[in-house]
């Protein structure tokens, strides 16, 4: 079973998204699952700090 997904909008600099979407193509994703990669990675990376 697929996870529960939610759709937001957010604002970002434009250089921002030009270096996000050329990761993103790079590594063959869509630029929403990269974002929700990285933003995943990060969090997990925060928590074990965090304890």
Request: glycine share 0%; hydrophobic share 35%; aromatic share 6%.
């Amino acid at each position: 079973m697929k996870p529960l997904k939610k759709s937001i909008s957010i604002t970002l600099d434009e250089p921002i998204i030009n270096q996000v979407q050329e990761l993103a193509d790079y590594e063959d994703r869509s630029l929403s699952s990269y974002i929700n990669m990285v933003l995943k990675k990060y969090l997990e990376r925060r928590n074990v700090k965090n304890k």
